[in-house]
């Protein structure tokens, strides 16, 4: 059974950085491409940014593009996501998803099999 682990949110300021990990156990990494996405109270959740199995294809949605990175270490069975320049409406709660990797990205949450419990981002202005 694939799980995930999500960390590192936490409160920071606006103009400042995060950096987020999720592990997955239980099945092999590098079958899997990963997502980000995020949900804020009272919104639906929402997808922020997704990669392929090997990590050379990424898709970024518009309003974090050139400030959100994500990355991959498939050696580590993990996904990280760099957060820079966070903003107010940053604040979330973040979870990564799993899918087994088919052709192309999923950009939809209804796409990916697995989530993550999900970390809290707040960010003060």
């Known amino acids: 059974q694939v799980q995930l682990a999500e960390s590192g949110g936490g409160l920071v300021q606006a103009g400042g950085s995060l950096r987020l990990s999720c592990v997955l156990s239980?099945?092999?990494?590098?079958?899997?491409?990963l997502g980000w996405f995020r949900q804020a109270p009272g919104n639906e959740r929402e997808f922020i940014v997704a990669?392929?199995?090997?990590?050379?294809?990424?898709h970024y949605v518009d309003s974090v593009k050139g400030r959100f990175t994500i990355s991959r270490d498939n050696a580590k069975n993990t996904v990280y996501l760099q957060m820079n320049s966070l903003k107010p409406e940053d604040t979330a709660v973040y979870y990564c998803g799993a899918r087994l990797a088919g052709v192309g990205l999923a950009f939809t949450s209804g796409e990916y099999a697995y989530w993550g419990q999900g970390t809290q981002v707040t960010v003060s202005s």
């Open positions: 239980g099945r092999r990494f590098s079958s899997y491409s």
């Open positions: 990669i392929s199995k090997s990590g050379s294809i990424t």
